[in-house]
């Protein structure tokens, strides 16, 4: 196996981003709900993200909410050219900070115009439409109604690129014959790996695949071997868990959150790294036993 797309870069619509971004999830408070501790340091590490490199930024409005993207303009704007910054839409919070379904063509339209005020911008990159079926995860389900509420909105140059979130194959499947789909946003990491044969189907198409909780999310990947082979590598456990990521498959894209900028440094050097097919082997193996 060659390894030499690992720092190499793919295409989402009409950008080609390197293949370790950034998620801003974590610059909102606990919960993902409210403001951060320390704004003066949310805005430091989106910044030495950009000054890292980074040319690929997710987020949502409902981050907050509304607090993670006025952050990033805080930060970010004017935004440097090249930049791609994605966003979601297809939830609201409630009062104490739930994740409540907001499919309808009304809280669609809202929720778009609510991230192109709060990032300052007349067009949004990509949006991804997240299913809300079940908050355990993806659940079957037509997206046939928001699907075609986004196109009309895409259609009015509100948005340049469509995209999936939290969705089953199925559902794939449903979405592109209403929109061209750019990009699949589910929860995959080295033990979590339910989309698996989705991911080499996304790959045979050349559409993005973008892994949401790659180091395990609020449950942090744990393993005896992902520390063996991280020493034998002289890194950290969590740089080699998103290595495997980067060597799993050329379309798969990263973009882990920090709120720390030395966090961030060791996230984005997790691109540097080679896997052996032994220690690919080694971490195949951890799913197994899941």
């Keep these: 196996m060659t390894h030499s797309h690992i720092s190499g870069s793919y295409r989402i619509g009409t950008h080609t981003v390197r293949r370790v971004g950034y998620g801003a999830m974590q610059l909102a408070g606990p919960g993902v709900f409210g403001p951060p501790k320390d704004r003066k340091a949310a805005v430091a590490v989106l910044q030495e993200a950009i000054a890292q490199g980074v040319d690929h930024l997710d987020t949502s409005d409902i981050y ?33 900070g739930s994740w409540e379904p907001a499919f309808s063509t009304a809280d669609l339209e ?63 499947a449903e979405g592109r014959k209403i929109a061209e789909i750019v990009c699949v946003q589910n929860h995959y990491n080295l033990t979590h790996r339910r989309d698996d044969a989705l991911i080499d189907q996304l790959a045979a198409r050349g559409t993005a695949y973008v892994p949401y909780f790659p180091l395990g999310g609020f449950t942090p990947l744990q393993s005896s071997a992902l ?48 896997l052996s097919a032994e220690d690919m082997d080694t971490l195949n193996r951890l799913a197994e036993r899941t």
Excluded at 64 to 74: A, C, D, F, K, L
């Design 64 to 96: 907050g909410p509304h607090v993670t993207n006025q952050i990033i303009r805080e930060a970010l704007h004017p935004y440097r050219d090249g930049l791609l910054i994605a966003t979601k839409v297809g939830a609201v919070r409630g009062p104490n």
């Design 227 to 274: 520390n063996d082979v991280a020493a034998r590598l002289g890194a950290t456990p969590m740089q080699v868990a998103l290595a495997w990521l980067l060597h799993r498959s050329p379309n798969v894209l990263l973009i882990p959150g920090t709120s720390s900028v030395t966090h961030l440094r060791e996230n984005l050097a997790s691109a540097a790294l080679t």
């Design 110 to 172: 809202r929720a778009v115009h609510d991230n192109l005020r709060n990032l300052g911008l007349d067009v949004l990159d990509v949006v991804n439409f997240r299913a809300m079926f079940s908050v355990e995860g993806p659940a079957e389900g037509s997206i046939e109604a928001p699907l075609t509420a986004l196109a009309e909105l895409q259609r009015r140059g509100l948005i340049r690129h469509i995209g999936l979130s939290n969705v089953t194959p199925t559902q794939v």
